[in-house]
């Protein structure tokens, strides 16, 4: 498929999709006849993964490692697997603790908005 239907898919701009392929986060799988980028089912998941490690304030090189983890662990023959397991058990703590984090600070915004609700005449 090609990068718009990508960007559709993903709710991902175009620019955006570019910038990941740029930093080597994602490669088109092929290329047209035209020169447009061809994306496959596989990379459209990366983009997701990528896309869902962003409000978490992963770092490009994170999400980097991240999907060389998930790369491994998909290979059928994998001499380390075990330091795989524990990277992405890392990565699952941290994002973990990051949703912790960010619940707090949603409970935080949420008693601000009852806040100045209460403060608002009633209709």
């Known amino acids: 498929m090609q990068i718009g239907e990508v960007a559709e898919r993903t709710g991902l701009s175009l620019r955006t999709i570019r910038y990941y392929e740029e930093v080597g986060l994602v490669v088109p799988g092929a290329r047209s006849q035209g020169g447009f980028r061809l994306y496959t089912d596989p990379d459209v998941d990366r983009l997701q993964v990528i896309k869902r490690m962003k409000p978490l304030g992963f770092q490009l090189e994170e999400m980097g490692e991240l999907l060389t983890v998930l790369d491994a662990l998909s290979a059928t023959e994998d001499e380390d697997r075990a330091e795989h397991l ?38």
């Open 86 to 123: 524990d990277r992405l058990a890392h990565f699952h703590t941290t994002a973990e603790r990051r949703c912790d984090e960010l619940r707090a600070q949603l409970r935080i915004a949420e008693d601000f908005a009852a806040t100045l609700r209460a403060h608002l005449p009633r209709a």
